[in-house]
T-cell receptor, first 112, second 112 residues
């Protein structure tokens, strides 16, 4: 199946530092989505990428759609305490339903 | 805020009881998805509606699970004869005619 490998599994960083995480697959994806999930809440869409090579920003967040269409990266600049949470990459499974398959998540902890 | 809403947010039930969850999607979205998420994992696809038609169901959706979207607007997910293994976060998502899905806050089910 179309599985997504997300790394790192967890990160501990100091407030103000930049963060980078990535997602890879053996399959090609035509869309990459990045979500953030807080405890007890649903995933919130951060950035959507629709074209290979696309670089998109949302405030301090920047994500890139890899040229091979098999990977994507999310960077967070100047981290703040509210960046704490689990970050998931996701992509639509080929087929009629276009349901999303998710990576296993990156748990981000920001230390003061 | 006209995002995806889910009700209830939390449900505690005894094994063997039936439970029903409701999802109200973003009003102009014709696609609706149900996912299940267990601790430490990303969401897993359960079923998909396009308007009122249920077009796809995952193998995760056992015979005890049934979902409806009678008028192509809100949806319900019912679990009959709940088991402890059903304890999870149940997430609803909706999307327009794209791959970008917007999630609700989820319903946390605990089966005692």
């Amino acid at each position: 199946g179309q599985q997504l490998n997300q790394s790192p599994q967890s990160m501990f960083i100091q407030e103000g530092e930049d963060v980078s995480m990535n997602c890879t697959s053996s399959s090609i994806f035509n869309t990459w989505l990045w979500y953030k999930q807080d405890p007890g809440e649903g995933p919130v869409l951060l950035i959507a990428l629709y074209k290979a090579g696309e670089l998109t920003s949302n405030g301090r967040l920047t994500a890139q759609f890899g040229i091979t269409r098999k990977d994507s990266f999310l960077n967070i600049s100047a981290s703040i305490p509210s960046d704490v949470g689990i970050y998931f990459c996701a992509g639509p499974v080929s087929g009629s339903a276009r349901q999303l398959t998710f990576g296993s998540g990156t748990q981000l902890t920001v230390l003061p | 805020d006209t995002g995806v809403s889910q009700d209830p947010r939390h449900k505690i039930t005894k094994r063997g009881q039936n439970v029903t969850f409701r999802c109200d999607p973003i009003s102009e979205h014709n696609r609706l998805y149900w996912y299940r998420q267990t601790l430490g994992q990303g969401p897993e696809f359960l079923t998909y509606f396009q308007n009122e038609a249920q077009l796809e169901k995952s193998r995760l959706l056992s015979d005890r699970f049934s979902a409806e979207r009678p008028k192509g607007s809100f949806s319900t997910l019912e679990i009959q004869r709940t088991e402890q293994g059903d304890s999870a976060m149940y997430l609803c998502a909706s999307s327009p005619r794209t791959d970008t899905q917007y999630f609700g806050p989820g319903t946390r089910l605990t089966v005692l």
